[in-house]
């Protein structure tokens, strides 16, 4: 009796581990979209620390210290300055182990809770290298994040209604309706008039019922896009742990009927006009940028740096508003019905574009701020970064060594090459005194094949172009 009580627990742990890894997967394959910029394992690691919880991992994501620093070096990642390999940092080391934590605490909640099973023993611990050891062997086989691959639970369950359909037939439709099942399906049936699907005979009572009562509501459809309508609902909704009423699944018909269709296209209206806009846009910034220039004080329209990085913190606040409407969205949408690919993912789509004006804005201001100092020193071979970002910095670095060798070629003739100082200071003002921007900038010259010296920490000397 003890045996078999200790295995129903057994049992138990091992369903609620499958559930939590179901969840999570679903969580993570979400944060993805939001945060398509974001590492695959970086998003993880949130996750977990946040227990899962998708709003709270939102929240995480959206610091703008986070987004902003450099992500934790692979293992067989190389120093940016000596090429050596890198022992894991104190931060990532200390992420690790509260994960460990969390993990152990879960675990052990989840025993308790199954005590009345137990044969009156003590439940043996478990140690964390276990977990470690999980972690380790994840990051070492992670690859580079597929947005096929999100997709493959909803290919897995349409192909059981339509076994004789390739499963990459069944995938591009999916990706074509962006993960929702219901689209998919019927997208489905409209490439192939014939295809029908194969269900079990009281799933096919609720098909006929289904489709009866969306007809006597949508009345502006025909009669073969109802039945592929509510044949995607049958889809969607099928699960081995709920089933939902016909009353129900009729709701969900006609809230897809009512608002996919006009999302898709106002969305498709909205792409089409960024993508005019942007073809038609005048570049930014001209071949030699005009901000570099300091004999142009009369003709340039000067920006402050302080407007432009308010109104990119607007926006930023605007955004990250947005992030959070869109997981909550989610959350509660989730295991619903087809609205989880609806709502969500509409709000994360308005975050995004935010999210690029912002950046538009604070690099008017790291422009500006360059502009000031060149103008303050009358130096226009210098190039200040204090106040900038990393992201910033590298764009800046490329657009003030660009337009200083050009420059350079043109005037070689009448005097020698004068170096362009960058300046990056030494990080006092960084998070535990380590400046950021300086061996970024430094890895960036090299990679482009810029000769560099560093007279002293903090300052680059660029003087040309290295000897192939």
């Known amino acids: 009796a003890h045996d078999l009580q200790g295995s129903v627990t057994s049992s138990d742990d091992y369903d609620d581990d499958q559930s939590d890894d179901a969840e999570s997967q679903q969580n993570l394959e979400f944060l993805m979209v939001c945060f398509p910029n974001v ?7 949130v996750l977990q620390e946040q227990d899962n919880n998708i709003e709270r991992a939102t929240d995480i994501l959206l610091n703008d210290v986070f987004l902003e620093s450099d992500l934790p070096p692979a293992k067989n990642s190389t120093s940016s300055l000596n090429g050596d390999d890198e022992e894991l940092s104190y931060r990532e080391a200390l992420r690790l182990d509260q994960i460990e934590k969390r993990k152990a605490k879960k675990k052990a909640d989840k025993k308790d809770k199954g005590v009345i099973w137990s044969t009156g023993n003590l439940p043996y611990a478990s140690t964390t290298d276990q977990y470690l050891d999980e972690d380790n062997s994840a990051a070492a086989t992670t690859t580079t994040a597929n947005a096929w691959k999100q997709y493959d639970g909803h290919v897995k369950n349409i192909r059981k209604a339509f076994p004789a359909t390739a499963p990459s037939t069944i995938l591009g439709c999916v990706k074509t309706c962006r993960g929702n099942v219901i689209a998919a399906v019927r997208e489905l049936m409209r490439k192939d008039t014939r295809l029908k699907p194969m269900f079990h005979w009281t799933t096919m009572s609720e098909l006929e019922q289904l489709e009866h009562a969306l007809k006597k509501i949508i009345v502006d459809r025909p009669p073969e896009e109802i039945y592929r309508i509510a044949t995607g609902v049958i889809i969607s909704e099928r699960s081995d742990t709920t089933k939902p009423t016909v009353e129900k699944m009729t709701q969900i018909g006609c809230d897809f009927a009512l608002t996919f269709d006009r999302e898709q296209q106002e969305l498709a209206e909205r792409m089409a006009l960024l993508k005019l806009k942007k073809f038609n846009a005048v570049p930014d910034l001209p071949a030699v940028p005009e901000y570099l220039l300091i004999d142009n004080a009369d003709t340039y329209s000067e920006d402050d740096p302080m407007t432009c990085r308010e109104k990119a913190s607007d926006l930023i606040m605007e955004r990250n508003n947005l992030y959070r409407k869109a997981a909550e969205a989610y959350r509660r949408t989730k295991n619903k019905g087809p609205g989880e690919g609806g709502v969500a993912f509409y709000y994360s789509d308005e975050a995004r574009q935010l999210d690029t004006q912002a950046k538009n804005w604070n690099l008017k201001a790291a422009r500006a701020l360059v502009r000031k100092e060149r103008l303050r020193e009358q130096d ?17 670095i490329q657009e003030g060594v660009n337009q200083w060798w050009s420059r350079s070629q043109m005037q070689i003739g009448r005097k020698g090459i004068k170096p362009l100082k960058i300046v990056t200071g030494v990080g006092r003002h960084s998070e535990y005194g380590e400046s950021k921007l300086l061996p970024s900038a430094l890895k960036l010259l090299k990679k482009e094949g810029w000769r560099i010296e560093t007279p002293y920490p903090g300052c680059i000397l660029v003087k040309g172009i290295c000897a192939t």
């Not at 590492?39 to 690691?45: M, S």
Request: charged residues 25%.
């Open 39 to 45: 590492d695959r394992q970086a998003l993880l690691t």
């Open 380 to 396: 226009d071979h210098l190039v200040d970064l204090h106040g900038l970002t990393v992201a910033e910095a590298k764009i800046l």
